[in-house]
């Protein structure tokens, strides 16, 4: 687990062709879920053991960023974001 993650939230269903081939609609609005803090691996050359004999493992990149700080109407990106990071989302499905 990685010690500086409190909370990891996401955005699902945000891209039209992947919630198509999942068979899934586009949502008016932003889905917002969360995952659990220790889904964050940090990439300190330990071996990630990935579940390969349970089903189709999926990966997508993604932008992961941290907040400096509680969001306010009127922050500039600056402000909030303390730090972005490519990750990798694997999905067992």
């Given amino acids: 687990m990685c010690a500086l993650v409190n909370n990891v939230y996401c955005v699902g269903r945000n891209y039209q062709l992947h919630a198509a081939e999942l068979g899934n609609a586009v949502p008016e609005e932003p889905m917002i879920f969360l995952k659990p803090s220790h889904a964050v691996v940090p990439l300190d050359g330990s071996v990630l053991q990935l579940p390969l004999d349970r089903g189709s493992l999926h990966f997508e990149g993604?932008?992961?960023?941290?907040?400096?700080?509680?969001?306010?109407?009127?922050?500039?990106v600056d402000e909030l974001v303390k730090t972005m990071a490519l990750g990798i989302d694997f999905t067992l499905r």
């Fill in 62 to 76: 993604e932008l992961v960023i941290q907040l400096a700080e509680d969001y306010y109407p009127g922050m500039t």
